[in-house]
């Protein structure tokens, strides 16, 4: 059993950053590769970014590459996600979630195979 406990978020302005950090804890967080996703109102859930299991690979949605920067610190069982450049249109709330598999997409059957969900942050960008 693992447990994902995401803070972070907030309310700032387009253009503005901010870091989200996500903090495992219970037994083998070490197996599972981290991620995060979002979810927009009246929209389905979107995966943002994913790391490793060593922290040494990550792969990006397209709508944040460039701008957003995932990492990973295993000592601290702690995933973090630098979000530079916001625009409104990163308005959502983010879940962090725990994979066996280092995926590079997540159709709404793969969204099913995430086995632990944190209970997510909002972070709302105004123009």
């Known amino acids: 059993q693992v447990q994902l406990v995401e803070s972070g978020g907030g309310s700032v302005q387009a253009g503005d950053s901010l870091r989200l950090s996500c903090t495992a804890s219970g037994n083998n967080v070490w197996q599972y590769a981290l991620a995060w996703f979002r979810q927009a109102p009246g929209k389905g859930r979107e995966f943002v970014a994913i790391v490793s299991r060593s922290g040494g690979n990550s792969y990006y949605a397209d709508p944040v590459k460039g701008r957003f920067t995932i990492s990973r610190d295993n000592a601290k069982n702690t995933v973090y996600l630098q979000m530079n450049s916001l625009t409104p249109e990163d308005t959502a709330v983010y879940y962090c979630?725990?994979?066996?598999?280092?995926?590079?997409?997540?159709?709404?059957?793969?969204?099913?195979?995430?086995?632990?969900w944190g209970q997510g942050t909002q972070v709302s960008v105004s123009s």
């Open positions: 979630g725990a994979d066996r598999s280092y995926r590079l997409r997540y159709s709404n059957e793969e969204l099913n195979e995430v086995e632990f």
